[in-house]
């Protein structure tokens, strides 16, 4: 009598749960073998922000660790917020090291130029955003206008006209 298990493939029980977007991650990543990692080409090399909705404003937060608040630039126009960083490397410090200091086996560490492009809800007044850098988190304000803000509206309460009740 023939084995039946021969046949049966063992499977993850979160398996199915995959989020559609990792399964097409995945599924580049593995198709594009020797290419590296898929990044827009218009975009230059991203990295993680954090958007946050208060009452007053919009508060952003950028994780650039490594590098100086003099290598970061960051710019307001519209209703977008621009973040730019770049490290101010030497370019024979970005070249395989060799000699004594050893060869770079894998570079993963970008030294490239980091780009974000934020779009709010609202326009915004580039002369109120504020920003602070601290241990490799830059954060953002961005005040909210008042038109921006909502607005309670009172309700009155109808008074009976007399004669239609």
């Given at each position: 009598m023939p084995d039946t298990k021969k046949g049966i493939v063992k499977r993850e029980a979160y398996e199915s749960m995959t989020p559609l977007r990792d399964?097409?991650?995945r599924l580049l990543e593995e198709s594009m073998v020797g290419l590296g990692r898929i990044e827009p080409w218009f975009a230059g090399r991203a990295f993680p922000v954090d958007l946050l909705e208060t009452d007053d404003a919009y508060v952003v937060e950028a994780a650039l660790p490594g590098l100086k608040p003099e290598e970061i630039e960051v710019t307001a126009l519209g209703d977008t917020l621009t973040i730019r960083a770049r490290h101010e490397q030497r370019e024979e410090q970005r070249?395989?090291?060799s000699g004594n200091d050893g060869v770079y086996l894998r570079r993963e560490r970008s030294m490239d130029e980091f780009l974000r492009v934020i779009e709010l809800p609202m326009t915004l007044d580039p002369k109120k955003v504020t920003a602070v850098y601290e241990h490799g988190l830059l954060t953002l304000s961005v005040p909210k206008t008042e038109r921006e803000k909502p607005v309670m509206?009172?309700?009155?309460?109808r008074e009976p006209v007399a004669g239609l009740n």
């Open positions: 399964v097409m991650n070249e395989k090291k509206i009172p309700i009155k309460k």
